[in-house]
């Protein structure tokens, strides 16, 4: 059975930082490219952040500068620190394991990010 877990979200004031991890199982993590969606109210889903299975990265314009992502194969997690964190950061963020060759991708059940003074 495939689980993402996510954690690390809560409130923080605009400028603050927030770490956001996502603990896979059940799957070869290694494998997998990892990434961190957003999902504002009202809006679409939104790639925030992707790192492939070679550690490449690729970021959404709105977080260049501001957020890194990472993993660590060796615990199966994937993080997102989020640094200079502005109220249009606010949303529920995913956690999402993609393996292309294999056609096969996954969900966590999400994280709230509210970014608010």
């Known amino acids: 059975q495939v689980q993402l877990v996510e954690s690390g979200g809560g409130l923080v004031q605009p400028g603050g930082s927030l770490r956001l991890s996502c603990a896979a199982s059940g799957i070869m993590f290694r494998f997998y490219s990892m990434g961190w969606y957003r999902q504002a109210p009202g809006k679409q889903r939104e790639l925030v952040a992707l790192i492939t299975s070679g550690r490449s990265t690729n970021y959404a314009d709105s977080v260049k500068g501001r957020f890194t992502i990472s993993r660590d194969n060796a615990k199966n997690t994937v993080y997102l620190q989020m640094n200079s964190l502005k109220p249009e950061d606010t949303a529920v963020y995913f956690c999402?394991?993609?393996?292309?060759?294999?056609?096969?991708?996954?969900w966590g059940q999400g994280t709230q990010v509210t970014v608010s003074s």
């Open positions: 999402n394991a993609h393996n292309p060759l294999a056609s096969m991708s996954f």
